[in-house]
């Protein structure tokens, strides 16, 4: 079974940057369609970005397309997510998850479609 651990959360101003990263461990499969979910208080799950790790391609959600890249070090078995230029309204904890496969789509991903989750890291970022 995979485990998923998130880290690289923190506070930053708009603006700013931050590389968050997730190592998988446990039992892994040759490939996996990775993710990063965000939740904000009083707010649905939003699916922000996604890759293959076959062949990585990759899907964002429209609110983060051009500041948001979503990548893989298929070596190390993480999966890391670089958010620079960074809005309020990214505040939000912060989740990586795996599938065994990745849904066609231009848009960010399903959360559904993800049966491994890690426990999030918080990303505040203030005005």
């Known amino acids: 079974q995979v485990q998923l651990v998130e880290s690289g959360g923190g506070s930053v101003q708009a603006g700013g940057s931050l590389r968050l990263s997730c190592a998988a461990f446990?039992?892994?499969?040759?490939?996996?369609?990775w993710g990063w979910f965000r939740q904000a208080p009083g707010k649905e799950r939003e699916g922000v970005a996604a890759?293959?790790?076959?062949?990585?391609?990759?899907r964002y959600a429209d609110s983060v397309k051009g500041r948001f890249t979503v990548s893989q070090d298929n070596a190390k078995n993480t999966l890391y997510l670089q958010m620079n230029s960074l809005k309020p309204e990214d505040t939000a904890m912060y989740y990586c998850a795996a599938a065994y496969y990745c849904s066609a789509g231009n848009s960010g991903p399903e959360s559904a479609d993800f049966g491994y989750w890690g426990r999030g890291t918080q990303v505040t970022v203030s005005s």
């Open positions: 446990g039992y892994m499969y040759s490939s996996y369609c």
């Open positions: 890759i293959d790790s076959d062949d990585g391609t990759t």
